[in-house]
């Protein structure tokens, strides 16, 4: 009996099993939880090589064109003419002066960049004092194609958000889409760490509707055309060619 430990309740010593005990548990907890941590993040989404730095103001200058969605074409972000996205700063589009359309204008604001995929969420939108048009060129027809992948709201992949897909961003996803940002398409397997997407547009070349947006941030199956206008690519599709997966 005199070898058996026991409890001393003024004793700031504790007994050597329970010390033990604890010591071996807190040690058991600590690595535990580290490693559920390393699991977690493993197997979280990649956040993509997308950027927007928030604190860099720009001012790019080009031909500002309403559609298919409101973008500036511009030379001055190098590669010759590049489409840039113009969006607001939140989950909503903006609105140019059509005095300011089809003709040379500086767009001030935050640029948002993933690869060759440009947007600025826009500061303000001005008359270029040297304006000179820039051109998109012909459009190439890169003919039909059959895809699976995943509609995206293209402010968030582009760089916005980090990740800017799957399931875990489809309600950021449809606030986007319903604030009538542009759409894009990512190819299964591309939408975490691809540098590049296709702009989602209908058979006719144009933005979709709010008739879209059940199917945003949803696996899906696409039978449409595939367009290439200012360097970049577009697939135009029906709405009853996109088949939830």
Not at 119 to 142: F, I, N
Request: with cysteine; aromatic share 6%; net charge neutral.
């Amino acid at each position: 009996m005199a070898d058996e430990p026991f409890f001393v309740g003024w004793s700031p010593e504790l007994a050597r099993p329970t010390r033990r005990f604890l010591l071996t548990a807190g040690a058991g907890l600590a690595v535990g939880a580290g490693a559920v941590g390393l699991g977690l993040g493993a197997a979280a989404p990649h956040p993509g090589p997308g950027f927007w730095d928030q604190g860099k103001k720009v001012a790019v200058t080009g031909t500002i064109y309403p559609g298919p969605y409101l973008h500036l074409l511009t030379e001055d972000l190098g590669d010759g003419p590049r489409m840039v996205l113009l969006v607001g700063a939140g989950k909503d589009r903006v609105t140019v002066r059509p005095a300011l359309t089809f003709t040379g204008a500086a767009v001030t604001g935050t640029l948002i960049e993933r690869g060759a995929h440009a947007m600025m969420a826009v500061d303000g939108v001005y008359p270029d004092p040297a304006p000179g048009r820039v051109l998109p060129g012909p459009e190439k027809d890169l003919g039909d194609a059959v895809t699976t992948g995943e509609i995206l709201d293209a402010k968030c992949w582009f760089g916005a958000m980090r990740p800017g897909h799957g399931k875990t961003h489809k309600a950021c996803a449809a606030l986007c889409a319903t604030g009538g940002l542009p759409l894009a398409f990512c190819e299964t397997g591309r939408c975490s760490d691809g540098k590049a997407a296709l702009l989602l547009l209908n058979e006719r070349g144009q933005a979709f509707g709010q008739e879209i947006l059940p199917l945003v941030a949803d696996p899906v199956m696409v039978r449409g055309r595939i367009v290439e206008v200012a360097g970049l690519r577009q697939v135009r599709v029906k709405l009853l060619d996109i088949v939830r997966l």
